[in-house]
């Protein structure tokens, strides 16, 4: 069954849907490493991101399923290293709003929990994405984590995320998206944390 999940930034300033989602067209995970973790303190808001591991919630999907409205001028972007992956995220609240690699050619986004509005019901992230299939990056997790959790990338993720982008590339899925402009550019110029800010951040990830 595909749904159409709306997309809320947490002031609602952004809005947008992410269209036909399905088991079939992403893929839950909850990512515990530390570029996730150092993100999330980049924005302030860690308490909001993060689970009690140090785990991110995300979806993956690809770009062309991912519509932005209202508020699009409020789209930001960074990286943590110069050729760290694209992280967008709204001005107004820093709402993580996705994950992307450097370039459009590999069409995929990772889209944060705190970005979907599941309309507050209880269960109502399981209703539109379905069970967390894999957790990753366990060897930058905190406490006992989950049994199934994978120190790095198990292979049956990469493999899927493999097919995602092949089934994104062919059936058209890539374009359009609200992170690349038609040249390929992106939308908005990233910031470029320095190395002494990343330390600084990693820092507030160990407490």
Same mark, same amino acid.
């Given at each position: ?52 591991? @140090?785990?991110?919630?995300?979806? /993956? &999907?690809? $770009? ?10 409020? #789209? !930001? ?60 990056? @366990?060897?930058?997790?905190?406490? /006992? &984590?989950? $049994? ?10 990469? #493999? !899927? ?47």
């Amino acid at each position: 069954m595909q749904r159409e999940v709306p997309l809320k930034c947490s002031c609602g300033a952004v809005r947008g849907v992410a269209h036909s989602v399905s088991l079939r067209r992403g893929t839950r995970v909850v990512c515990m490493c530390i570029d996730c973790q150092t993100y999330a303190h980049f924005l302030g808001r860690a308490a909001d991101i993060l689970d009690a591991h @140090g785990g991110t919630d995300v979806f /993956q &999907l690809a $770009p062309g399923q991912l519509e932005l409205g209202q508020g699009a001028d409020q #789209l !930001r972007c960074v990286r943590l290293s110069p050729k760290g992956a694209m992280r967008w995220y709204t001005e107004c609240c820093k709402t993580p709003v996705g994950n992307t690699a450097p370039s459009p050619s590999v069409p995929f986004v990772g889209v944060p929990h705190l970005f979907m509005d599941h309309g507050g019901s209880p269960g109502g992230r399981e209703r539109d994405l379905g069970p967390v299939r894999f957790w990753v990056q @366990g060897q930058d997790g905190h406490g /006992q &984590l989950p $049994p199934r959790t994978h120190p790095r990338f198990p292979p049956r993720l990469l #493999l !899927r995320t493999a097919y995602l982008l092949l089934r994104a590339k062919l059936t058209g899925l890539s374009r359009p998206t609200p992170f690349w402009d038609a040249k390929g550019k992106p939308t908005v110029e990233p910031l470029v944390l320095s190395r002494e800010e990343r330390a600084r951040l990693r820092e507030l990830c160990k407490r």
